[in-house]
């Protein structure tokens, strides 16, 4: 059972049909029945008040990054929640000390859980413990996390970006880079990653493939390659560029590509189709 907590009456209906439409998705995969999307749904209420999550033993933050307005859920679910036994936040990049400032009573069952898009499919969710988060706390997060068919991982201590996204970016900032220097186009760097390397790294870590592929090959690149990333400490002009020309990317129609005319049902579903192979869920009939 669980119940969602909307801030107001757009947010509750837009939630629900972002929740149909993920069902939707995978009864068109073939991965779960009409039937079970109706079972599941009778399992959801929406609603508009913490009094509704008094009961809740797990309550999972998902709101913008705004620390002010994360830390104000946090004040209500101190008061309202009386059998909490962890707290997470989505949070893609804010440091869990700091956001458990917000809290007063639970601030040792809280820690960062970041998943990724599309959260429904992706299984890698970043568990980012605080000063103050107990074991047990810890614990009981990633326990509902595996539960619910995701794959934590637990970071030792909270860095910008955690783990995945250090990695996305880095490998970002080397891609706007290189077309920048006029190395090669968006489109021909995309095609790249999409027949090269990134494929491998669904079946094998990037630490098993440069063991396996001889430390000795690996230095040798370095020395000749490392001098001549980017190493950049600030956005790329590549992005402020189109950023001050109000060119977002999808949202507004242009960004470093051009997404007019592009089917982005698509685009969403051809997004999702490597993490179909992790579905894994056990649902009933009725």
Not at 55 to 74: G, L, M, R, T, W
Request: proline share 4%; aromatic share 10%; glycine share 6%.
């Amino acid at each position: 059972h669980t119940v969602m907590v909307a801030i107001n009456d757009t947010e509750a209906a837009g939630g629900l049909e972002r929740y149909r439409t993920n069902f939707n998705d995978l009864i068109a995969e073939g991965l779960v029945t009409p039937k079970q999307k109706e079972a599941c749904e009778k399992l959801l209420t929406i609603t508009q008040s913490y009094a509704d999550i008094a009961n809740a033993d797990f309550v999972y933050e998902c709101v913008f990054e705004n620390k002010e307005v994360k830390c104000s859920i946090y004040a209500n679910i101190d008061e309202y929640c009386t059998k909490v036994r962890g707290i997470s936040s989505t949070s893609s990049a804010m440091d869990t000390n700091l956001l458990c400032t917000g809290f007063e009573k639970y601030r040792d069952r809280f820690a960062v859980a970041h998943p990724w898009n599309p959260p429904h499919l992706v299984p890698c969710v970043e568990i980012v413990k605080g000063d103050y988060t107990s074991r047990e706390a810890l614990k009981f997060i990633c326990d509902v996390l595996e539960s619910c068919g995701r794959a934590p991982v637990v970071m030792n201590r909270s860095v910008p970006g955690f783990v995945a996204n250090r990695l996305q970016h880095a490998l970002y900032r080397e891609a706007a880079y290189m077309v920048e220097q006029g190395i090669a186009s968006p489109q021909d760097i995309d095609r790249a990653l999409q027949t090269s390397f990134v494929p491998r790294y669904t079946a094998v870590g990037i630490f098993e493939h440069f063991d396996y592929a001889g430390l000795d090959m690996i230095k040798s690149i370095e020395e000749t390659l490392y001098h001549d990333l980017c190493d950049t400490k600030e956005p790329h002009a590549l992005v402020l560029d189109h950023y001050n020309k109000g060119e977002l990317g999808y949202k507004t129609g242009r960004g470093v590509l051009d997404w007019s005319g592009v089917d982005i049902d698509a685009y969403r579903k051809r997004a999702a189709a490597p993490y179909l192979k992790f579905f894994n869920w056990s649902l009933p009939e009725e």
